[in-house]
Nanobody, 116 residues
């Protein structure tokens, strides 16, 4: 029923850009707080960015501030992560997360590799 499907990952050179998308279904997307996490090999999963259910407030981690932007389009049940000025240390699997009153949901992730 509940599905979060990420897309847009891939291989990019340092300094390049990618735009990740997360398409949600099976729950009331507009009521959910949405966020992006990432996990690199051997490291803990970390919060990258979060956007409220109203879309009126967002935050990004200090490590990506000024480079990444989170947004959502409730009419399309979609959340985005625009990633600019990518660095090798951004390499990770990026996960979409939704939280609302009925529970917490995770996507399966999309691989982002930043390498020359």
């Amino acid at each position: 029923q509940v599905q979060l499907v990420e897309s847009g990952g891939g291989l990019v050179q340092p300094g390049g850009s990618l735009r990740l998308s997360c398409v949600a279904s099976g729950f009331t997307f507009s009521s959910a707080i949405m966020s992006w996490y990432r996990q690199a090999p051997g490291k803990e999963r970390e919060l990258v960015a979060l956007i409220t259910s109203t879309g009126g407030s967002s935050t990004v981690a200090d490590s990506v501030k000024g480079r990444f932007t989170i947004s959502r389009d409730d009419a399309k049940n979609t959340m985005y992560l625009q990633m600019n000025s990518l660095k090798p240390e951004d390499t990770a699997v990026y996960y979409c997360k939704a939280w609302h009153f009925a529970g917490t949901y995770w996507g399966q992730g999309t691989q982002v590799t930043v390498s020359s």
